[in-house]
C-alpha cells in the first residue's frame, strides 16, 4: 500500500530514474519535494532536472498530455523549459519497486534566477508578463491530437463536492465564485489551454527573458487563472504592498495579450476560486499529495478573508 510521495526519495527509484535517462546515479541531489520529488542530475554534460511522481497524483496519461503541450510550446518559440526524453524515446518512464509504480520525466535546466517578488527591477515583471502572454498566444494554436485535458468545470465540481462536507463559510464561499462564473463568457482571446502552476519560484529571469518550468496541470480555462497565480496565497495587506508590481507585470502582458481595463475586476475572483480549490484539496488529499504539513490554517484565513479588489 501506498502512503506518501516521501517514498520515492528512498531506495533505489530514484537511482533507477536517473539511469534511463543516461545519468550517473552519483550526480543525483535532492532539490523539494512538491506534487512531484525532484533531483537535480547530471547527463550529457548538462544539468537537468528528474521529476518522480506517482500515478494516484497524475496518471501517465496526464503527465503524458502535459508533457506533449510543454514540448510543442517549446517547439513554437515559447519561454518554457525543455523536455528530455529518455534513452528509450519516452517522455514518461515507469520505475516499478515492488508492487508499486512511480513514474519519472526530465526537464533542461533554465538559467537564470528565480523570481519570488524581492526584486524591485521594473523590467523583470513585464518580461513575466510578456512571458506569460507570449505562451497563452501559442497555446491557441495548439491542437491536443489524441491527448486529453481537463476542463475548469472538471476541477470546480470536484471542488464542490468536498466542499459539501465543510462548513458554512467554506459552502457560502464555494456559492458566491460559482454564481459569479455562471455570468462570465468564454472567448478565443480569454480561454484556452494554460499552464496551471505559472507562479512565484517557477519562473526564471536570465536578464532580458523570462522563462517558466514544466507545466503540472495544463487545463482548458480563462487565461485570467494563469494571471492571478503569481498572486495566490497573498493576504490583502501583503498584495496592497506588490500593487505597483502587479501593474508592472499586467503592463508586459498587455503589450501581447491587451487585456482590457474592466476585466481587472475579474482577478480577485480568479485568486478567491483557485485558493480555495487549493484548499480543499490539499485538506482532503494530504498524504495522496504529500502534503501531510500544510497549513491549512493559513490557507483558511486566505479565504476568509480574501483580496476584494484589484486596484492598481
Same mark, same amino acid.
Given at each position: 500500500?501506498w502512503?506518501g510521495?516521501?517514498?520515492a526519495?528512498?531506495?533505489k527509484i530514484?537511482?533507477?530514474?536517473?539511469?534511463?535517462?543516461?545519468?550517473d546515479?552519483a550526480?543525483?541531489?535532492f532539490?523539494?519535494?512538491?506534487?512531484?520529488v +525532484?533531483f537535480? +542530475?547530471?547527463?550529457?554534460g548538462?544539468?537537468?532536472?528528474?521529476?518522480?511522481?506517482h500515478?494516484?497524483?497524475?496518471s501517465q496519461?496526464?503527465?503524458?498530455?502535459?508533457i506533449?503541450?510543454q514540448r510543442y510550446?517549446?517547439?513554437?518559440g515559447?519561454?518554457?523549459?525543455?523536455?528530455?526524453?529518455s534513452l528509450?524515446?519516452?517522455?514518461?518512464?515507469?520505475?516499478?519497486?515492488?508492487k508499486?509504480?512511480w513514474l519519472a520525466?526530465?526537464n533542461e535546466?533554465l538559467?537564470?534566477?528565480? +523570481?519570488h517578488f524581492e526584486?524591485?527591477d521594473k523590467?523583470?515583471?513585464?518580461?513575466w508578463g510578456?512571458?506569460?502572454a507570449h505562451?497563452?498566444?501559442?497555446?491557441?494554436s495548439?491542437?491536443p491530437?489524441?491527448?486529453?485535458?481537463l476542463?475548469?468545470h472538471?476541477v470546480?465540481e470536484e471542488a464542490g463536492?468536498l466542499?459539501?462536507?465543510?462548513?458554512?463559510?467554506i459552502?457560502?464561499?464555494y456559492k458566491?465564485i460559482?454564481?459569479w462564473?455562471s455570468? +462570465?463568457?468564454?472567448?478565443?482571446?480569454?480561454?484556452?489551454?494554460i499552464h496551471?502552476n505559472?507562479?512565484r519560484g517557477r519562473?526564471?529571469?536570465?536578464?532580458?527573458t523570462?522563462?517558466?518550468?514544466?507545466?503540472h496541470?495544463?487545463?482548458f480555462?480563462?487565461?485570467?487563472?494563469d494571471?492571478t497565480?503569481?498572486?495566490l496565497?497573498l493576504?490583502?495587506?501583503?498584495?496592497?504592498?506588490?500593487?505597483e508590481?502587479?501593474?508592472?507585470?499586467?503592463?508586459?502582458y498587455?503589450v501581447?495579450?491587451p487585456?482590457?481595463?474592466?476585466?481587472i475586476?475579474?482577478?480577485?475572483?480568479?485568486?478567491?476560486m483557485?485558493?480555495l480549490?487549493q484548499?480543499l484539496?490539499?485538506?482532503?488529499l494530504?498524504?495522496?499529495s504529500?502534503?501531510e504539513?500544510?497549513?491549512?490554517a493559513a490557507?483558511?484565513?486566505?479565504?476568509r478573508?480574501p483580496?476584494?479588489?484589484?486596484?492598481?
Amino acid at each position: 500500500m501506498w502512503d506518501g510521495l516521501h517514498q520515492a526519495k528512498q531506495g533505489k527509484i530514484p537511482e533507477k530514474a536517473a539511469e534511463l535517462w543516461g545519468a550517473d546515479p552519483a550526480s543525483l541531489k535532492f532539490v523539494s519535494m512538491d506534487h512531484d520529488v +525532484i533531483f537535480r +542530475i547530471k547527463t550529457a554534460g548538462k544539468t537537468r532536472y528528474l521529476r518522480i511522481t506517482h500515478p494516484l497524483i497524475r496518471s501517465q496519461q496526464e503527465l503524458t498530455a502535459a508533457i506533449h503541450f510543454q514540448r510543442y510550446l517549446f517547439a513554437t518559440g515559447a519561454p518554457i523549459c525543455e523536455p528530455i526524453a529518455s534513452l528509450n524515446g519516452h517522455d514518461v518512464e515507469k520505475i516499478r519497486q515492488g508492487k508499486t509504480v512511480w513514474l519519472a520525466y526530465v526537464n533542461e535546466e533554465l538559467q537564470g534566477e528565480a +523570481i519570488h517578488f524581492e526584486q524591485a527591477d521594473k523590467n523583470i515583471y513585464e518580461a513575466w508578463g510578456r512571458s506569460l502572454a507570449h505562451l497563452h498566444r501559442v497555446a491557441k494554436s495548439y491542437h491536443p491530437d489524441n491527448h486529453q485535458f481537463l476542463y475548469w468545470h472538471d476541477v470546480w465540481e470536484e471542488a464542490g463536492r468536498l466542499a459539501e462536507n465543510e462548513d458554512a463559510m467554506i459552502r457560502y464561499e464555494y456559492k458566491a465564485i460559482d454564481d459569479w462564473l455562471s455570468n +462570465i463568457d468564454k472567448n478565443q482571446h480569454e480561454f484556452g489551454l494554460i499552464h496551471g502552476n505559472h507562479q512565484r519560484g517557477r519562473v526564471f529571469y536570465d536578464g532580458e527573458t523570462v522563462r517558466l518550468l514544466d507545466m503540472h496541470e495544463p487545463v482548458f480555462h480563462w487565461f485570467f487563472a494563469d494571471l492571478t497565480r503569481p498572486f495566490l496565497h497573498l493576504s490583502p495587506q501583503r498584495f496592497a504592498q506588490m500593487k505597483e508590481k502587479a501593474r508592472w507585470f499586467l503592463d508586459g502582458y498587455s503589450v501581447i495579450q491587451p487585456l482590457a481595463e474592466e476585466k481587472i475586476a475579474y482577478l480577485p475572483w480568479f485568486v478567491r476560486m483557485q485558493n480555495l480549490e487549493q484548499y480543499l484539496w490539499k485538506k482532503n488529499l494530504a498524504v495522496v499529495s504529500g502534503f501531510e504539513n500544510v497549513d491549512l490554517a493559513a490557507m483558511l484565513e486566505e479565504i476568509r478573508e480574501p483580496v476584494r479588489s484589484w486596484e492598481l
